[in-house]
């Protein structure tokens, strides 16, 4: 694909090959995970799946057997190598496996066996939710984070730091003394004190407020503990004979689980006590049959503002704004409680009790004593928060008073406890440990500082009720990347068991913790990237995507209370008032002075890190850079990605050559990428060498030369690995850019060096001959069928028409008919190709005296389709030894590509899962039942 590398350069499995089916079916499958993920630990946007990366840090080091023709002289000894080193790759990234030490092991011996005994040490100079330098430490590598935002630093810390300095050491909380002499592998013994801590935190915590948070008395007489309160922010109607006070609901619906529905049920009663003489009381209903009108719709929309439930006047969008944003909070009404029941939520109507426990709370010394919470929320969300513009002055303002009260008070019970814990660690020692026990006090207040920051996540004023049928429970302000409004909110009891309360993130945050490797030691440090020492370290990390996430305005909600809990155990990280902004790497227009400046700003620092990185790169290995964008533009070349084409010009201009790029898909199921749109289903893992400063121009002649003698041997050596057809037209930029990258320029025909752009689209021109060309080697009777197939798919054609694509290759259409795969029956003069599920399900291959490539593969489909790997696989083994799988196996690639470019969606389906398949075919085993891919379920 590239010049023969020096011996010091061996290509690396990245390089080459991946089995990057099974890395995305276990990257889709990780979102379903929840206890233990370290994502649980606290979130952070945009993580990358630590299958993903465990894998890629793997190949990235390991030698591909290609490297080393004295030990694999012959192609089949190359295959065989490269498929051990896969399934090693493919057990690694189930999750079920991440513990297995002797796996991890073995694996750790390919690297060593790769690097001569020393593998350098990983760096990921953007960090953000630490990943890349978790799962590196998870080989047994050396691993260093940075990150200039100050919770990402942390979480880091969390993750790859403080573990590796405690790991084996036995508990040291009181109840833990019966059963210190056991074995604490990783850091399973610090966790069960963070258990011990977190629950003591609580029993003081609800000692000391609980009387804010009573139970509910029920119909019945009975009580039960509250789950929420359900609020709706309310603003007066504008109508002068009316004045009513209007509940803002986005529904009205609690739950929609059947037979056990909840609704409230708005009713308009007299009140003399309020200035319009009338309010709106609340009560339950339960009977979808008689729920009253607008109870899916509510009473407003962000767009087409509220609707009074008095006088039914419409009060606009920018009426609703102009009500809601003003400083002093939102006044609200209290519409339903929410229970726990047996095995089920009870639902009441709110109660005087209640709202006095609520509204009697003084929260004024906090929100006039705390610096962090009182900073100017407005002017670090700039354009990119949407609950800005409905009164969110401060940060406090994104808190009730009951919500204030609770986690100023969980703050300094951090504080507390860790006090505790440095009495208790110094009560198990013989010897006078002091230093020692303050550091395990440190210890503890980080991972309970951590629980009390993603309690803010689910105990906030933006925070929601879901009533779906499948769940009810606390939605967290964060379900997506941005603050939104929330008309209604729901205030969650935090000394419950259900979701969003102190034992629930306390678990999260021990089970995270111990199922954390802990093994070599690890740093994290906040750096600016483009400033970042990165000599004698291997560059692995996932940049910032040009302006999709403002990292920094987003974890301003989380740093305030970090910040107010941490600062003396990190008070270099949490020295300033805010998370730094101005430096960040992020293409932000209200920053930077508009669209223009925001790109430059970002090109040129991007820029920037990486010809740092290029000064100061290891001749023996290849960096890898993880890459996801969503900007897409129309222009007169068609459709490209502004963040995409930025990220492989600016490592062009630096002095790198792009070796290979992997499509990483961690959503369910397949999207159908048409052939040649540069499309992303997730992210792109680029690998990327540094270009000699001796290399050469050459022309576009030369280039596209150069693609079509190099593209035909990469997309073989492509296809070798379990690589979707879906995937195949992202990976194959990998060599391509490779051709490109390593000239220091492309020269147009007019003599200007060739863009980025223009270097894409005559990399796919070039990718469609090949697959064209493959059309070759099959025989007549599938070249037939492939002709036609790109003119008809498998709808009626004439038969003039059909008879003379026949005779020019060679194929009849009788014989065709009496193969099967075409009828000549039906309307008069018309001939149709038929589709895979229109075939014989009796086709037996070992009778076929003219059995074709085109007749396997449609065969294969149907049983594919129908009954699933294990009958494909018994087929193929009927199918003669003449046929060559390797040329089904491009057949299927090739109609995966055609069916796609003319949008036949479900026949690309069925090839996409045929060509994904293939390999589980041909070895007659299907993937695991327990592999498959599961809906993201949140945090």
């Known amino acids: 694909m590239t010049d023969a590398p020096s011996p010091a350069q061996k290509r690396k499995l990245i390089e080459v090959a991946l089995p990057l089916e099974a890395i995305n079916r276990e990257s889709a499958r990780e979102k379903s995970i ?16 630590l299958a993903a990366a465990r894998a890629v840090l793997f190949a990235q080091l390991v030698d591909d057997p290609s490297s080393h023709p004295d030990r ?37 011996q390919e690297i060593l066996d790769s690097t001569g005994g020393n593998p350098p040490p990983i760096l990921d100079p953007f960090a953000g939710g630490g990943t890349i330098p978790l799962e590196a430490q998870r080989l047994g590598l050396e691993a260093h984070a940075s990150d200039l935002n100050p919770v990402a630093v942390l979480i880091n810390r969390a993750l790859i730091d403080i573990p590796s300095h405690f790991a084996r050491q036995q508990p040291v909380n009181p109840d833990a003394s019966n059963i210190r002499s056991g074995t604490w592998p990783r850091a399973t013994g610090l966790a069960e004190d963070i258990r011990y801590y977190g629950k003591w935190m609580r029993t003081q915590a609800e000692e000391r407020i609980g009387g804010h948070y009573p139970r509910v008395t029920l119909s019945d007489g009975s009580t039960a503990q509250v789950v929420a309160w359900i609020w709706s922010r309310t603003i007066t109607c504008s109508n002068p004979a009316c004045r009513i006070s209007i509940p803002l609901a986005r529904s009205w619906w609690l739950g929609r689980k059947k037979g056990k529905e909840a609704y409230v049920i708005p009713n308009v009663v007299s009140d003399p006590s309020h200035p319009s003489g009338m309010r709106i009381s609340y009560s339950i209903g339960h009977d979808p049959a008689t729920a009253p009108e607008g109870t899916d719709d509510g009473t407003v929309s962000g767009s087409a503002g509220a609707i009074c439930l008095n006088c039914a006047k419409s009060i606009s969008a920018k009426d609703v704004h102009l009500q809601l944003d003003h400083p002093g909070g939102h006044a609200a009404d209290l519409i339903a409680i929410v229970a726990e029941g047996n095995r089920r939520r009870i639902y009441a109507p709110p109660t005087p009790e209640h709202l006095a426990a609520a509204t009697s709370v003084d929260a004024s010394a906090i929100r006039t004593g705390t610096d962090t919470l009182l900073a100017d929320a407005r002017g670090t969300f700039g354009g990119n928060a949407q609950g800005r513009r409905y009164g969110f002055f401060t940060f406090a303002d994104y808190f009730t008073d009951r919500q204030l ?67 009810e429970i606390l939605r967290n302000v964060f379900s997506r990347q941005a603050i939104p409004m929330a008309w209604d909110y729901a205030e969650g009891n935090p000394f419950g068991e259900s979701s969003g309360t102190i034992s629930i993130m306390t678990a999260a945050v021990a089970r995270a913790l111990e199922a954390i490797p802990a093994s070599v030691p690890g740093t994290a440090t906040q750096r600016n990237a483009i400033a970042h020492d990165q000599a004698g370290a291997l560059i692995s990390t996932d940049p910032p995507y040009y302006d999709n996430i403002v990292y920094s305005d987003l974890s301003d909600f989380f740093y305030v209370w970090l910040r107010k809990t941490l600062r003396k155990n990190h008070p270099d990280i949490f020295s300033s008032m805010l998370v730094p902004k101005a430096e960040e790497l992020v293409a932000n227009a209200y920053r930077h002075d508009g669209k223009a400046g925001a790109r430059q700003f970002f090109e040129s620092g991007f820029n ?97 030369a150069a693609l079509k003698a190099e593209l035909p041997t990469a997309l073989r050596e492509l296809q070798q690995g379990a690589i979707a057809p879906v995937d195949l037209p992202q990976a194959a930029i990998g060599p391509g850019m490779a051709v490109f990258s390593r000239y220091s320029a492309v ?131 009927r199918v003669p030894e003449s046929i060559d799988r390797d040329l089904c196996k491009e057949l299927a690639f090739l109609l995966f590509a055609l069916a796609g470019d003319a949008k036949r969606t479900k026949v690309a389906v069925e090839f996409n899962a045929l060509g994904t398949a293939w390999n589980d075919i041909v070895a007659g085993v299907g993937p695991s039942a327990e592999q498959g891919t599961f809906d993201y379920t949140g945090d």
């Open 747 to 877: 020269l147009s025909d007019d003599g200007t060096p060739m863009g980025v752009r223009a270097a894409l689209s005559l990399i796919n021109e070039v990718l469609d001959e090949v697959l064209s060309e493959q059309e070759g080697d099959f025989d007549p009777d599938t070249r037939f069928a492939l002709a036609w197939f790109r003119q008809h798919g498998f709808d009626s054609g004439d038969f003039g028409d059909a008879d003379n694509l026949a005779r020019a290759r060679n194929a009849s259409l009788e014989h065709l008919d009496r193969a099967g795969i075409l009828s000549l029956r039906g309307t008069r003069g018309k001939v149709t190709l038929l589709a895979p599920s229109s075939l014989d399900p009796e086709w037996n291959p070992a009778a076929d005296r003219s059995i074709s490539a085109w007749e396997v593969v449609m065969h294969l489909a149907r049983a594919l389709t129908e009954n699933g790997v294990v009958a494909a696989s018994a087929l193929l083994t």
């Open 72 to 108: 694999f002289p012959t192609e089949a000894d190359v295959v065989t190598e490269r498929k051990r080193l896969h399934d090693l790759i493919e057990r690694m990234a189930v999750w079920e496996n991440s513990g297995d030490e002797d796996l991890f092991r073995q694996a750790h």
């Open 34 to 49: 929840r206890h233990g993920h370290p994502s649980t630990l606290h979130l952070w946007w945009a993580r990358r799946p």
């Open 405 to 471: 009260l609770l986690l100023t008070s969980l703050s300094d019970l951090v504080g507390e406890a860790q006090d505790l814990a440095v009495k208790d660690f110094l009560a198990t020692r013989t010897s006078n440990e002091a230093g020692a026990a303050q550091a395990y006090g440190a210890a503890i207040a980080t991972y309970l500082g951590l629980v009390v920051s993603r309690l803010a996540d689910y105990q906030s004023a933006i925070t929601t009720w879901a009533s779906n049928p499948k769940n």
């Open 608 to 704: 920037s890190v990486f010809r740092r990185a290029r000064e100061t790169a290891l001749d023996a290995y290849p960096i890898t850079v993880y890459y996801a964008f969503k900007q897409a533009e129309t222009t007169s070349e068609g459709v490209a990605s502004t963040g995409w084409e930025t990220l492989l010009d600016g490592m062009v201009r630096s002095g790198w050559t792009i070796t290979a790029t992997w499509p990483m898909r961690s959503e369910r199921g397949g999207r159908m990428i048409s052939l040649g749109t540069n499309a992303l289903a997730s992210s792109i893992v680029l690998a990327l060498r540094p270009r000699p400063d001796s290399a050469a121009r050459t022309a576009r002649r030369g280039f596209v």
